[in-house]
């Protein structure tokens, strides 16, 4: 197990983070299945309307979901930097600290899902044929934040030292586990919807515990009783961290149910096909997002052991490795979108042609423009990973502002096309403030000398 571990501040940098982020990827395709399978099952087996009403509940979803990650990985950014400066002590003080803080998050979350569910999908004009559904899906999910926090705790922790291949096997087993379950609940004990939501808890239940049992294996992590112990200097630093990219991760969220709400009132088939393309939008950005955990990870360990050169050699590898990633993945998407967007579409002929259209011209638009994603996410997770995460939060800011005028005012212009727009508009406006942040933040840390005593320059 301890061979798993992976220090990230020696060895060439293309290497590192390119064979860091594999199984990252490899796993967030088996991730992704539990959307897109959740998907399929409910769009082929309960129609158009159970489909909307899972699309209806995206946003709000992945708000609760981007807070939850915003604050594992901030609190992974120090665990990072103190195993590359080589302090296990503190790493596990750290570790412990995160995990007293998750618990608390996951209680008040729970609380907050529950309470502010069902204003929330009114105040987004949620049909009412689909209101019901969409309801009872968000409230089992939202029952189970605890589990979903603990996994991308644990996870987190494994990925700062440098273990992509643990989180991979867990969500291989985890994946299947949804799998079967969601068949097993949804078309042999007929559950619906709800056995969607249920199957999906379960399998995150079976991940977090994979990696849990892997965690006590590593003897660096040997964790006692005082290790959680809250420390106020160590846990202001633990939300300083976390608290901007959950922030950052809610403006998002509330940027996309903005839309959300705009796509609500087009009608029920659009939002299918809306919902169908938008449940690859996972599928696109897996590459990305594995990129950058990679760049989180490395940036922190390298600034921990001071070596800013290879911060900054880092971080050119990671943009030519994403870019060509992102045109490779855009090519597949344009080839075969149809047939797969098929997979999630069923009702009368004339309303999967509909959705269709609607499906394929969105993931078009998505994939022609994946490369301001991918750098989008490269260059926030090297700043994030320098340990200022307030920059990249105004970018989310600046995301929100984007997206929510882009769907105002586009459509307006070139009819409901311009929903698909507000996105790409969103990406590139992020990016504008992050290139900019990233040559501010580097120009102050990569001038210093590093481990070697060398002086680096900014960039």
């Known amino acids: 197990m301890a061979a798993r571990i992976q220090n990230m501040t020696q060895g060439k940098p293309p290497r590192l983070i390119f064979t860091f982020a594999l199984p990252l990827m490899v796993g967030n395709v088996f991730q992704q299945l539990y959307t897109v399978v959740d998907t399929m099952v409910v769009g082929k087996y309960l129609g158009v309307d159970a489909l909307a009403a899972l699309g209806a509940s995206d946003w709000l979803n992945w708000m609760m979901l981007g807070i939850i990650q915003g604050f594992t990985q901030g609190f992974a950014i120090l665990m990072a930097r103190e195993f590359g400066a080589g302090e296990f002590g503190r790493l596990r003080d750290v570790i412990g600290n995160s995990a007293v803080l998750s618990t608390v998050f996951s209680l008040l979350l729970v609380a907050l899902g529950q309470g502010t569910a069902r204003p929330i999908l009114l105040l987004l004009q949620t049909p009412n044929d689909i209101l019901p559904s969409t309801l009872l899906y968000l409230r089992i999910m939202f029952l189970g934040v605890p589990i979903v926090m603990a996994y991308n705790l ?117 939002i299918a096909g809306y919902t169908a ?64 967007l098929s997979g999630f579409l069923s009702g009368t002929p004339q309303e999967v042609e509909q959705a269709m259209e609607v499906a394929y011209t969105y993931l078009s638009i998505m994939s022609l423009c994946l490369p301001i994603l991918y750098v989008l996410h490269v260059v926030r997770s090297a700043i994030q990973g320098m340990g200022n995460t307030a920059l990249p939060m105004v970018s989310g800011i600046v995301e929100f502002i984007v997206r929510t005028t882009a769907v105002f005012l586009l459509p307006t212009l070139i009819g409901s096309t311009g929903i698909f727009f507000a996105e790409i508009s969103a990406w590139a406006g992020a990016d504008i403030v992050l290139i900019t942040s990233y040559l501010f933040v580097s120009g102050q840390i990569l001038r210093e000398p590093d481990a070697a005593g060398e002086n680096t320059k900014p960039g």
């Open 277 to 340: 393309a938008n449940k690859l939008y996972g599928v696109l950005e897996i590459a990305a997002t594995s990129y950058g955990y990679a760049m989180i990870t490395y940036v922190g360990q390298n600034l921990g052991a001071r070596q800013f050169r290879r911060i900054r050699q880092g971080m050119r590898s990671a943009l030519a490795i994403a870019l060509g990633t992102s045109l490779f993945v855009a090519a597949v998407m344009l080839i075969f979108g149809r047939f797969i």
């Open 154 to 270: 644990f996870a987190s922790i494994l990925r700062s030292l440098g273990d992509g291949k643990t989180p991979l096997q867990a969500m291989m087993v985890s994946a299947s586990t949804n799998v079967v379950l969601d068949l097993l609940f949804v078309m042999v004990f007929h559950w619906g919807i709800a056995g969607a939501a249920i199957a999906t808890l379960i399998a995150q239940l079976v991940s977090g515990l994979f990696c849990l049992y892997h965690i006590n294996k590593l003897e660096i992590l040997r964790m006692e009783r005082s290790n959680f112990h809250l420390r106020a200097r160590e846990d202001l630093r633990l939300l300083g961290l976390g608290f901007p990219m959950a922030f950052q991760n809610c403006i998002i969220a509330i940027g996309g149910m903005i839309i959300q709400s705009v796509v609500n009132q087009v009608g029920v088939i659009f």
